[in-house]
């Protein structure tokens, strides 16, 4: 009965090969999350799509970009991936934004080589 | 101030004891503060959250504590078990407005539960 489906589970790249990460949700809720989290760390929000309206963090590198061709489906993209890009990748799911509870997937471990 | 300081970092304690984390945060925006467990392997998972228009919230063995006043809440679990075993991480975010979006977590602490 996952509500917010990560795949894959792990991912190994090599130093500069793009890799893409994929989120799906079965909420139909309208927000969308990426976070970054590394290890013993919190998790770091890199972007976050309203409906269709992308909105990427200040700080969050330009070698990360983010598709959602449709409301249940939401992409990651590592255009050239370095050694500390290497983390754990967490999509998360909201209704709307504030005081809303955000519903996590499981996550996506992604190793660079 | 978009911080929110955690502590302890790690935490060990007896099964039926209690467990006490504390977070403090500067921003006088925030207005919702959560509360997520993490398993290893797993996402975060909300356990519970409040607003601080009350000083406290119990949801069976777990409550938070908040003081608005000093900017500090806190987690307490009752009779802890091996199984509340995790990380915690506190989190803020303002009610409306840009940055409603944007929860702040704390860096989290790790919480085993000894037998």
């Known amino acids: 009965d996952a509500m917010v489906i990560q795949n894959p589970r792990y991912q190994v790249t090599q130093f500069g090969k793009p890799v893409t990460l994929s989120c799906s949700q079965t909420?139909?809720?309208?927000?969308m999350y990426w976070y970054q989290q590394k290890s013993s760390q919190a998790p770091k929000l890199l972007f976050h799509?309203?409906?269709?309206?992308?909105?990427n963090e200040a700080d969050t590198p330009d070698n990360f970009q983010s598709r959602r061709p449709n409301t249940s489906f939401c992409f990651l993209d590592i255009r050239s991936p370095g050694l500390g890009d290497a983390a754990m990748y967490l999509c998360?799911?909201?209704?709307?934004?504030?005081?809303?509870?955000?519903?996590f997937g499981s996550g996506t471990q992604l190793s660079v080589l | 101030q978009q911080q929110v300081k955690q502590s302890p970092q790690s935490l060990i304690v007896q099964k039926g004891g209690i467990s006490i984390i504390n977070c403090a945060y500067e921003?006088?925006?925030?207005?919702?503060f959560p509360w997520y467990q993490q398993f290893p392997g797993k996402g975060p998972a909300l356990l519970i959250a409040?607003?601080?228009?009350?000083s406290e919230k119990k949801e069976g063995r777990f409550t938070i504590s908040f003081n608005k006043s000093a900017k500090q809440f806190s987690l307490h679990i009752m009779d802890s078990q091996p199984g509340d075993s995790a990380t915690y991480f506190c989190?803020?975010?303002?009610?409306?407005?840009?940055?409603?979006?944007?929860?702040?977590f704390g860096k989290g602490t790790k919480l085993s539960v000894i037998p």
């Open positions: 998360a799911t909201s209704r709307q934004v504030g005081f809303e509870k955000l519903f």
């Open positions: 909420l139909n809720h309208n927000v």
């Open positions: 799509y309203y409906d269709k309206d992308f909105n």
């Open positions: 921003n006088t925006a925030f207005d919702y």
């Open positions: 409040i607003r601080p228009d009350v």
């Open positions: 989190a803020a975010s303002p009610d409306s407005g840009a940055g409603s979006y944007q929860l702040t």
